[in-house]
């Protein structure tokens, strides 16, 4: 069975750093045929994406809110995506979700929540 599992949040500082993990199983052909995206959800809001690394090795889709910062990258050989977030904010607070697209289906993990405070 297809699984997302993500890990790594926690609480940081304004100005620190985390960096995710989202670890993929159960998927033939292993993440390297997967589209992979981070997205996030912050208390009543709407869920938002953050980052995307496609299939093709390409990272698209940062929103302005977090260009610069917030790095996706991945390891095809440990089926494992990273999101490296750096000079993070407190709106950078939110449950970060793991997200992966195969043909038509959509897969997602339980997320992992960041609360970034003083």
């Known amino acids: 069975q297809e699984q997302l599992v993500e890990s790594g949040g926690g609480l940081a500082q304004p100005g620190g750093s985390l960096r995710l993990s989202c670890t993929a199983s159960?998927?033939?052909?292993?993440?390297?045929?997967?589209?992979m995206s981070w997205y996030r959800q912050a208390p009543g809001l709407k869920r938002e994406l953050v980052a995307t690394?496609?299939?093709?090795?390409?990272?698209?889709n940062y929103p302005r809110s977090v260009q610069g910062r917030f790095t996706i990258s991945r390891d095809n050989a440990n089926n494992t995506v990273y999101l490296q977030m750096n000079n993070l904010k407190p709106e950078d607070t939110a449950v970060y979700f793991c997200?992966?697209?195969?043909?038509?289906?959509?897969?997602w993990g339980k997320g992992t929540p960041v609360t970034v405070s003083s």
């Open positions: 159960g998927f033939t052909g292993g993440i390297s045929v997967l589209t």
């Open positions: 997200n992966a697209i195969k043909d038509a289906s959509t897969y």
């Open positions: 690394h496609t299939k093709f090795g390409h990272a698209v």
